[in-house]
């Protein structure tokens, strides 16, 4: 079964700028997307941003879209999320998560294995 490790977390203020990674392990077949999401305290986990696998193409939350990016590395087996001006609103435990394979159903907004996740804090 795969395994998701995230790295790349902390503490920041805002207008900060944050990378984080997610690794890949056991993995035994191509992913068709890997993807973000995040929690905030006393919210429901949304979703941030997917990137398909093989092709690249990537899809954002509206509000991020303009701030986030997602990208990932076939060889390394990794995805990333480049957050920059990160804003308090932004705090969250963010987790990597890979979908096994494509949905016309679920889109990018589905996923089946997840990390432990990552605590982002941005302070005013």
């Known amino acids: 079964q795969e395994q998701l490790v995230e790295s790349g977390g902390g503490v920041v203020q805002a207008g900060d700028s944050l990378r984080l990674s997610c690794t890949v392990s056991?993995?035994?077949?191509?992913?068709?997307?890997g993807g973000w999401f995040r929690q905030a305290p006393g919210k429901e986990r949304e979703f941030v941003a997917g990137?398909?696998?093989?092709?690249?193409?990537?899809y954002y939350k509206t509000a991020v879209k303009d701030r986030f990016a997602i990208s990932r590395d076939i060889a390394e087996s990794t995805v990333a999320l480049e957050m920059k001006d990160l804003k308090p609103e932004d705090t969250a435990v963010y987790y990597c998560?890979?979908?096994?394979?494509?949905?016309?159903?679920?889109?990018?907004?589905?996923?089946?294995?997840w990390g432990q996740g990552t605590q982002v804090t941005v302070s005013a």
């Open positions: 990137i398909v696998w093989d092709s690249g193409s990537t």
């Open positions: 056991q993995i035994t077949y191509r992913p068709y997307a």
């Open positions: 998560a890979t979908k096994k394979a494509y949905s016309a159903r679920e889109g990018l907004y589905v996923y089946n294995y």
